[in-house]
């Protein structure tokens, strides 16, 4: 079989991994590369930096990645999907939910495979997490509550903290859950001096009853990157810097100090920390992308679950501004 011809639109901080990844995947060939900007961390090797992405369509490719700035996604997409080309575009899906729309309705049209770059789905602690949530290990879920802060990225000029970072989290919560926001409020705070937020608290509901909580800046000077489910049974903790997950069972053993005894809520039981394969997930993605493509399981992020998570998304921005809780 033919390997697929694979073309790259923005080799910057995030592209130049999607090069790397795209040249060690077995049924891929990276033909292309294009960037206006040329290739600030030298990942072209022998191929030529082409100037847009209509230089990049004319070379033949099958499927391409956009890895550019967000306001220029929903261009990048629409040629891609006129010219019949499988892509896949970095998160957000797009600048507003009204170019989101068209691009869904544009790959949908043509019977391409669109498919959106929220990576923290092939995240190994949150691929194992939602594997045991399925399986009843922590019975009926409560809450869910992500935390996702660390120090201004430079490189972000279009977007503020709720589209690039908070987007991850929306997402993963949805798919964890196996359930769409049903309401979602929030409050955002502007300290770096430009238009967009840079740290959101927001809070919400699932569909299913899950209560969910989500903070986020640019302002703190450690990086974290955890979300906790909180269950009928115990908690999961999932950190996905390193792809640890582990368990806090509620714990079983009565206690015999009276004051603690009295209240009838959960107790410290066992801890656990789970051993399983830790694979790249950008690496994952991509395989999942390349074989949807091809036709042998479909485990992308589709377009339309990316406009769903960009509809939140708008939706905390929109409850922080007016100060009223958004409903789904």
Not at 7 to 30: K, N, Q, Y
Request: glycine fraction near 10%.
């Amino acid at each position: 079989m033919a390997e697929l011809r694979a073309g790259l639109l923005g080799v910057g901080m995030m592209g130049r991994h999607h090069a790397r990844v795209l040249r060690e995947l077995p049924g891929v060939d990276l033909v292309a590369i294009a960037d206006p900007g040329g290739d600030p961390h030298g990942v072209a090797g022998d191929l030529a930096i082409l100037p847009d992405v209509e230089a990049m369509i004319a070379t033949g490719i099958d499927i391409a990645v956009v890895a550019i700035p967000t306001r220029f996604h929903y261009d990048a997409a629409m040629k891609l999907a006129e010219a019949g080309v499988h892509t896949l575009v970095e998160k957000p899906i797009a600048q507003t939910v009204e170019q989101g729309r068209e691009m869904v309705e544009a790959f949908k049209a043509r019977g391409l495979v669109g498919a959106v770059g929220h990576i923290e789905r092939f995240n190994p602690a949150l691929q194992e997490l939602r594997r045991r949530i399925a399986a009843g290990d922590v019975g009926e879920v409560y809450q869910i509550a992500t935390r996702r802060q660390g120090p201004f990225p430079a490189r972000i000029a279009d977007v503020g903290v709720v589209k690039d970072l908070g987007s991850h989290d929306v997402d993963l919560t949805a798919w964890v859950a196996q359930s769409e926001y049903a309401s979602i409020a929030a409050q955002t705070l502007h300290k770096s001096g430009r238009e967009y937020e840079d740290m959101v608290l927001a809070t919400g509901r699932l569909q299913n009853g899950v209560l969910v909580s989500h903070i986020v800046n640019w302002l703190s000077p450690m990086k974290e990157r955890v979300t906790i489910v909180t269950g009928e049974l115990g908690s999961f903790v999932a950190d996905t810097s390193t792809g640890d997950l582990t368990f806090f069972r509620n714990g079983t053993v009565p206690t015999e100090w009276e004051a603690v005894s009295a209240f009838r809520g959960v107790s410290e039981g066992d801890m656990t920390r789970f051993a399983f394969a830790k694979r790249e997930p950008l690496r994952v993605e991509h395989e999942a992308f390349r074989d949807a493509v091809l036709g042998e399981r479909f485990e992308v992020v589709t377009m339309d679950e990316g406009l769903r998570t960009l509809e939140v998304v708008e939706g905390v921005i929109r409850s922080a501004t007016t100060g009223d809780s958004v409903e789904f």
